[in-house]
C-alpha cells in the first residue's frame, strides 16, 4: 500500500490509521515535495485495522514539545518505559497484541530487545579491535522478526550487511546491503542517508570502509 499527499502538516484525527506499537505501516516526509508518503511494512489481511505507531521521528517530538507534553522513545525501549512515554505523551496505554501479552512473554520480549542493543552495540564497535562473528547479523536479523520490528528491520539489514563486510564475505554483505535499500526507502525514503550509504556500499562492497576490518583482529579474544 502506497499513500502520497502534498501538505504542509499532518495531522491526525479519526481519519488517520489508530496508533499502536504493534503497527503495520510506516511513514516518511519528502520535505522536497511536501509529499507524506504511508507503506506497509508487513501483510495486512483483509479485514484487519491499518496502524501507525504512536512512537514518532524525533523531528515530530521536538515539534509536538512546543506544544504539549511528548516523551521521546521508541519500539526498542523496554515495556515499561514504553507504557509510560505513551501514557505521558498520549493519555492512554496501549493496549495491542504486543502490549497486552502476559508478563513471562513481556519480561522475554525486554530480554530480546536487551540482546538486540547489546548485539548492535558489538557490531558497530569497529575502534575497539575486537572480533565478532558475522553470524551475530544474522542473530540480530532473527531477533528484529521476533519481535515484530518490521518498521526497524533497515537497520538489523544494514548492521548484518557490516558485520559481513568488516570479515570480507562479499555476497552476505551485499544481500543485507540490498534489504536495508529495500526496506529503508519504504520506511525512511530513498534520499535517507543510511539508503544512499547502502547503495553506495551496492556498488563495490570492497570500497567500504568496513571491508575487512575484522580480517586481521584475533578470534582467540572473543
Known amino acids: 500500500m502506497t499513500v502520497g499527499q502534498s501538505m504542509l502538516l499532518l495531522k491526525y484525527s479519526s481519519a488517520h490509521p489508530p496508533l499502536n506499537i504493534y503497527f503495520s505501516t510506516a511513514y516518511f516526509f519528502d520535505s522536497d515535495t511536501l509529499t507524506h508518503f504511508t507503506h506497509a511494512v508487513r501483510p495486512i489481511h483483509e479485514g484487519e485495522e491499518i496502524t ?3 512512537m ?10 512546543l506544544y504539549f507534553i511528548f516523551i521521546d ?3 526498542m ?28 512473554y513481556v519480561d522475554a520480549s525486554d530480554r530480546r530487545l536487551a540482546m538486540i542493543s547489546k548485539i548492535t552495540d ?11 562473528p558475522p553470524e551475530m547479523g544474522e542473530t540480530l536479523v ?15 539489514y544494514k548492521h548484518a550487511a557490516l558485520a559481513y563486510a568488516a570479515v570480507g564475505q562479499e555476497w552476505l554483505a551485499i544481500k543485507y546491503a540490498a534489504l536495508t535499500v ?7 525514503g530513498p534520499n535517507d542517508p543510511e539508503v544512499v550509504e547502502m ?24
Not at 557490531?123 to 575497539?128: E, G, L, N, R
Not at 529495500?182 to 525512511?188: A, H
Request: charged content about 25%; some cysteine.
Open 122 to 132: 558489538k557490531i558497530i564497535d569497529f575502534p575497539s579491535g575486537e572480533y565478532v
Open 52 to 54: 501507525l505507531s504512536c
Open 56 to 65: 514518532f521521528p524525533r523531528f515530530l517530538v521536538a515539534i509536538a514539545n
Open 182 to 188: 529495500e526496506y529503508g526507502q519504504l520506511i525512511s
Open 77 to 104: 525501549a523496554e515495556f515499561n518505559v514504553r507504557q509510560s512515554a505513551i501514557e505521558t505523551s498520549w493519555g492512554f496505554r496501549c493496549t495491542c497484541s504486543l502490549c497486552s501479552l502476559p508478563e513471562p
Open 142 to 156: 532473527s531477533l528484529f522478526h521476533q519481535e515484530r520490528l518490521e518498521s526497524n528491520l533497515a537497520d538489523a
Open 73 to 75: 522513545t521508541d519500539q
Open 199 to 222: 547503495k553506495v556500499f551496492l556498488e563495490d562492497p570492497k570500497k567500504h570502509w568496513t571491508w575487512k576490518k575484522r580480517v586481521i583482529a584475533d578470534k582467540s579474544d572473543n
